[in-house]
C-alpha cells in the first residue's frame, strides 16, 4: 500500500466519525432530558411542514406556542380555528407577536401533503416565520391528539368530526391555557394567557 494513503485512511476514519458524530448531535433534539414530566414534547413525534421539511417537534422548544389540530379540506369548524390564530396575533404587540409560534398539525396526513398544506399558507396568508402547518406520520395521529386532549372521529366521507380547541403550550412544551372558542372573537382569558406567556 502506498505510504501515503496508509497514513491518510486513520485521519480520514477519524474526520468520518467525528462528522457522524456532529450529524447526530445536530439531528438530536436540544436539551431532551430536561423535558418536564408533563411536557407534551414527551411524546416522540416527527412533523412533517408546509416546505416538505421532516423534524421532530421537540426541536420547537424555547418559545411560547399556541396550538391546535385541523385538516386542510375541512370547509366549517378548521377554517375558524386558522381566524383563531390570526384573531391571537392581531391582540398582541409586535414584540409579544415575534414570541409567539404558531403550529398546526393535520389530523388527515393522508391528504395533507405539503403541497395542501402550502395551499392553505398562501390562502390564508400565513407568516411562516412563526406559523407551522404540519402533518405526523399516519399511526401517531391518535398519540397527539392524545397529549393535546382533542377528540376526532373519521366519518365515512373522509371528513372528521373533532374538537376545536386552541392550546398555550410554554417553551418547554407545558399546556398553560386552553380554549374552544374560535372564530375572529378570541377568547378574553385565553388572550390575556397568551400575553402573559409572551411578556418579558
Avoid at 417537534?57 to 380555528?81: D, E, H, K, N
Avoid at 409579544?96 to 402550502?118: E, Y
Wanted: glycine share 4%; proline share 6%; with cysteine.
Amino acid at each position: 500500500m502506498n505510504l501515503c494513503l496508509k497514513n491518510a485512511i486513520p485521519k480520514l476514519l477519524c474526520a468520518a466519525t467525528l462528522m457522524f458524530a456532529c450529524a447526530i448531535a445536530f439531528a438530536a433534539p436540544a436539551n431532551n432530558s430536561a423535558l418536564p414530566r408533563d411536557s407534551v414534547y414527551q411524546l416522540p413525534l416527527v412533523l412533517t411542514d408546509q416546505a416538505g421539511h421532516a423534524a421532530d417537534w421537540r426541536t420547537r422548544r424555547g418559545a411560547p406556542q399556541v396550538v391546535a389540530m385541523f385538516y386542510t379540506s375541512c370547509q366549517y369548524i378548521c377554517p375558524l380555528i386558522v381566524d383563531s390564530g390570526k384573531a391571537v396575533d392581531k391582540s398582541l404587540t409586535p414584540q409579544q407577536r415575534a414570541r409567539l409560534k404558531i403550529l398546526l398539525v393535520s389530523m388527515d396526513p393522508k391528504r395533507d401533503t405539503p403541497a395542501a398544506l402550502q395551499h392553505i399558507v398562501d390562502k390564508r396568508q400565513l407568516d411562516t416565520t412563526r406559523w407551522t402547518l404540519a402533518s405526523p406520520p399516519q399511526g401517531d395521529v391518535r398519540a397527539v391528539a392524545g397529549v393535546l386532549g382533542v377528540r376526532y372521529r373519521e366519518l365515512a366521507n373522509g371528513e372528521f368530526n373533532h374538537t376545536s380547541a386552541l392550546l398555550l403550550l410554554d417553551a418547554d412544551g407545558r399546556i398553560l391555557a386552553r380554549t374552544e372558542q374560535v372564530g375572529s372573537t378570541p377568547d378574553p382569558e385565553f388572550i390575556a394567557a397568551v400575553r402573559k406567556a409572551t411578556a418579558r
